[in-house]
């Protein structure tokens, strides 16, 4: 894997977690990239990409307001900021530059792809 996902754990409802998305080995520098999850028992679903400038982003409607997407050139990494998470939001993230997770944000796609990273949120 290109891409090291982190920032997974246990959390309470209505609480925060930062996930990161660390590139080793490629430069994310003209690439978007995209999070998205898989909670048991169902199909992955996009939640968030932003373009290869850091200009552009979109969210699913499920996380909009509450999920912020940014992304640090220096470091090579993108960050997934979560916050008031839901039961709901529990699943294993992921990241990637590739399509379809992309789709909705300006840049090209890497064909990077990084494991999962577990999120559990409790009620």
């Known amino acids: 894997f290109q891409l090291q996902a982190s920032g997974g754990g246990l959390v309470q409802a209505g609480g925060s977690l930062r996930l990161s998305c660390t590139a080793s080995?490629?430069?994310?520098?003209?690439?978007?990239v995209g999070w998205f999850r898989q909670a048991p028992g169902k199909e992955r679903e996009g939640v968030s990409c932003?373009?290869?400038?850091?200009?552009?982003?979109h969210y699913a409607d499920f996380v909009k307001g509450r999920f912020t997407i940014s992304r640090d050139f220096d470091k090579n990494t993108v960050y997934l900021q979560m916050n008031s998470l839901k039961p709901e939001d529990t699943g294993v993230y992921y990241c990637?530059?590739?399509?379809?997770?992309?789709?909705?944000?300006?840049?090209?796609?890497?064909?990077?792809w990084g494991q999962g990273t577990l999120v559990t949120v409790s009620s």
């Open positions: 080995g490629v430069s994310l520098d003209y690439f978007a």
């Open positions: 932003i373009g290869s400038s850091g200009a552009n982003w």
């Open positions: 990637a530059s590739a399509d379809p997770y992309i789709s909705d944000c300006s840049g090209s796609a890497g064909d990077y």
